[in-house]
């Protein structure tokens, strides 16, 4: 699907093998507990790709190695062919790789619109020098940022929010917010965790929507979740992780009937 | 919950309405009459003879002087969730750069210009706060907390026992004239025939500092970083997988909280004109912190109130024995003789308890929403506010 969907991503090059994100190899243990065994996978620029496993799989695990939250014990991680490994989250973040978290706190004494503006990259008033000598450049920034701001909102359709404490929002909400502002930053490639888990089924839906929708546009997604209904629906290729390992990557369709997947849920992993 | 909510958008609504337009200094008209009503308070006890107007004018230095700590340790705890428990250690540095470089009594014979002890005070301040936080922001926040409660004793120790650098318990006294060039008398002696200038030249000089600093503290709180800072304090994690260098930030506001505390204990120098390490005794440290959370932690304007309710409290403590009422009530409860002055700490902490009991956001909580001024232009504001308004309205 995402393939030639992704005809219409302005300016990149559509190459079929454009790899955003690869990670070769990677390994992670806690004490004697291995958690990601030798993990290698590659995520192509305009794909939806989904990614499953039983609890205990290594999933979460294996997004805060790629996103640098965990140090690697071997391996490498690449972001548009550059080496990202060893770079400090907020560097890999800089480099093009954007992820939310599975549960998102709530940012006490902040608007959702003033949420949503700390997504945006570079911005000159980040800085404290700026602040008093560049005040203009800042404060054009600002307004293009509240305009981006504003249109983010309504595309997720929770524009109606953008006055409310986040301390305000349900969970749901709470998530589209999280996707907004990620958004926000222009990532290359956008890694969700679990964007559904606890979410209403309606909302859900709105959700898969909305993904699909920027994938049509040209936004690349690696998306964690436990929800099989929702990620068959959108995600292709899908990944199966099992016991830190990558079981199988295949089609919604493939990974669905392979008895090692079903095995894998229903049998002998802890 | 829904109706509590609906007075703070009134309000909110009615101080931006308030809020003056062009330059957009921050500072509203109800800050400006709050400020007001609190110096005619003082006219109106200096003028019933309760206070003398120089004991006033002290007071008045002393706001200033907390005003500084408290706005420091909002910006790292309010904004940057960083706990300093060093807060009089930088204010020691401050007061020592202050004494040693400009007092007559000092061991050195150096006799500086102030000026030039603030500059020296500033740097030396900063320089410590980096060294600090290197090892600690890279933690998390508890560590921060127990190596600043460390440092304050080492700096505090420091003081003491390097007899031939600091005079040790000695103390350090008399202290220049703090920018003798303003033209102070002239004015002073047109309203007041008794009036210290002296006084009057501290007072005048710290509070116009604090405004400025003030100025500048707003500027960078409602900025695009005072917004990262503080996503840094609800979520580390979220503001680095944002792309932002949350150490780096850290440490700015870390560096800029420990200056403004700095400079307080620069000016402490010149309004006592004495200075021994006793002054720097950890229960200083939680009188800021007591300032800030009574104030409204996070918010600018709470610093402030914050600061005078401190002032109020540490000094207005003293006169309770002077009150008849007071006296009586204490009197009144039998078998025990109090002297009521002896028993002011124990009123600090029932006022505090009562304050979090009743207000736990503190006197003046900070607004919901910061964004650099002029960002946006009026009329999406105000149709946003409209917008959010009619959907309360729905919700009630």
């Known amino acids: ?270 | 919950m829904s109706e509590q909510q609906s007075d703070d958008i009134g309000l909110t609504d009615r101080l931006d309405r308030l809020r003056i337009e062009p330059g957009n200094l921050g500072v509203s008209v109800l800050d400006l009459t709050a400020v007001g009503v609190f110096v005619l308070f003082l006219l109106l006890l200096v003028g019933v003879g309760v206070l003398s107007l120089n004991y006033g004018m002290y007071l008045l230095g002393l706001v200033g002087m907390y005003g500084f700590m408290v706005v420091g340790l909002n910006i790292q705890w309010g904004y940057a969730g960083l706990i300093n428990f060093s807060v009089i250690a930088f204010w020691g540095i401050g007061a020592y750069a202050a004494a040693l470089l400009t007092s007559p009594g000092s061991p050195h014979d150096i006799l500086l210009s102030p000026v030039i002890a603030l500059v020296v005070a500033i740097v030396v301040a900063a320089i410590v706060a980096v060294l600090i936080g290197i090892p600690t922001l890279r933690l998390r926040a508890d560590y921060l907390a127990i190596a600043s409660l460390g440092f304050a004793e080492v700096i505090r120790l420091l003081f003491l026992n390097e007899r031939e650098w600091t005079a040790g318990s000695r103390g350090i006294s008399g202290a220049p004239e703090l920018f003798g060039w303003l033209p102070v008398e002239p004015v002073v002696r047109l309203l007041s025939a008794e009036a210290s200038i002296g006084t009057a030249r501290n007072t005048i000089v710290i509070l116009g500092m604090l405004f400025v600093g003030y100025l500048l503290v707003r500027r960078i709180h409602r900025s695009p970083w005072g917004r990262v800072v503080r996503t840094i304090r609800g979520d580390e994690d979220l503001a680095k997988a944002l792309g932002k260098n949350t150490y780096m930030m850290k440490m700015q506001a870390f560096v800029i909280g420990c200056v403004l505390m700095a400079v307080a204990g620069w000016f402490y120098m010149y309004a006592f004109q004495y200075l021994d390490p006793g002054e720097l005794e950890p229960l200083q440290t939680f009188y800021v912190w007591v300032a800030l959370i009574l104030g409204g932690t996070g918010s600018d304007r709470g610093s402030i109130i914050g600061a005078v309710t401190i002032v109020a409290i540490l000094e207005g403590t003293r006169f309770l024995n002077e009150i008849d009422l007071v006296v009586a009530l204490f009197e009144a409860i039998p078998g025990i003789t109090l002297n009521v002055s002896a028993v002011r700490l124990l009123l600090v902490g029932l006022l505090i308890i009562f304050v979090i009991r009743f207000r736990p956001q503190g006197l003046l909580p900070p607004k919901e929403e910061l964004i650099w001024p002029g960002a946006a232009s009026d009329d999406t504001q105000s149709r946003e506010r409209q917008a959010t308004r009619e959907q309360r309205g729905v919700d009630e």
């Open chain 1, 1 to 270: 699907m995402s393939a030639e969907l992704s005809l219409t991503y302005d300016g990149a090059d559509l190459d079929k093998d454009d790899v955003v994100l690869r990670t070769e190899s990677l390994k992670k243990s806690f004490g004697g507990l291995t958690a990601t065994d030798d993990v290698s996978i590659a995520v192509e620029r305009g794909s939806i790709t989904g990614m499953i496993g039983p609890n205990g799989a290594g999933k979460s695990t294996l997004f805060n190695l790629i996103s640098g939250f965990y140090e690697l014990d071997s391996g490498s991680v690449y972001v548009n062919d550059t080496e990202v490994s060893g770079m400090k989250p907020y560097e890999i973040a800089r480099s093009g790789l954007m992820r939310t978290f599975q549960t998102p706190r709530r940012l006490e004494g902040m608007t959702v619109r003033e949420a949503m503006l700390v997504g945006p990259q570079g911005q000159s008033g980040e800085s404290i020098l700026p602040l008093f000598f560049g005040g203009s450049k800042v404060r054009t920034e600002e307004t293009a940022n509240l305009e981006d701001a504003q249109r983010m909102l309504e595309r997720f359709e929770i524009d109606h929010l953008a006055n409310a404490p986040s301390t305000e929002l349900s969970g749901g909400q709470l998530k589209l917010v999280e996707m907004a502002r990620a958004m926000m930053a222009e990532p290359d490639v956008l890694l969700l965790d679990e964007p559904v888990a606890g979410v209403n089924p309606t909302l859900a839906k709105k959700l898969a929507g909305f993904i699909e929708e920027l994938n049509e546009e040209g936004q690349t997604f690696l998306i964690i979740e436990h929800d099989m209904s929702f990620i068959m629906r959108i995600a292709d290729p899908i990944i199966v992780l099992d016991q830190g390992r990558v079981l199988m990557e295949d089609t919604p369709e493939t990974v669905r009937s392979d008895e090692r997947v079903i095995e894998a849920y229903l049998g002998g992993s802890p």
